[in-house]
């Protein structure tokens, strides 16, 4: 497996891991738990409307032009393709990261909204 190869698993792996951690934590006292596990679930829909796949694609092409870029400036063809694929990696990851964010942003803000105090 080369080396561009290995860094897309482990993107991929920290963001399955990522997704997972954005469970907001609320205090539930003196909450309605059906009322706030439909509210959660509407939130949810919302902050699901934030569209990952672009923004990971969109910054995984700027990361790919800047890493194919800097490897013409500094060497070769194979440098060239090196640096594309591990500026790929970075700008996807980054675009990733960024719409998991916005996400998490949306989720919370549309729980506080609805009158809960979301702790993080």
């Known amino acids: 497996m ?22 907001p934590i609320v205090d539930r006292k003196g909450v309605n738990e059906a009322r706030y596990q439909a509210d959660l679930t509407e939130c949810h ?16 092409a700027i ?15 194979s440098t060239v393709e090196r640096g594309a694929g591990v500026g790929a990696v970075a700008g996807g990851t980054k675009g990733f990261t960024k719409a998991e964010r916005r996400k998490q942003r949306v989720l919370y803000r549309c729980l506080e909204q609805r009158g809960y105090h979301v702790l993080g």
């Open 63 to 77: 990361g790919a032009a800047v890493g194919a870029t800097v490897g013409a400036i500094i060497g070769n063809s």
């Open 2 to 23: 080369n080396e561009l190869k290995k860094l897309t698993c482990v993107v991929v792996l920290i963001g399955l891991a990522s997704g997972c951690a954005n469970e």
């Open 45 to 60: 829909s919302y902050a699901n409307q934030v569209d990952t796949a672009g923004e990971t694609a969109k910054h995984g």
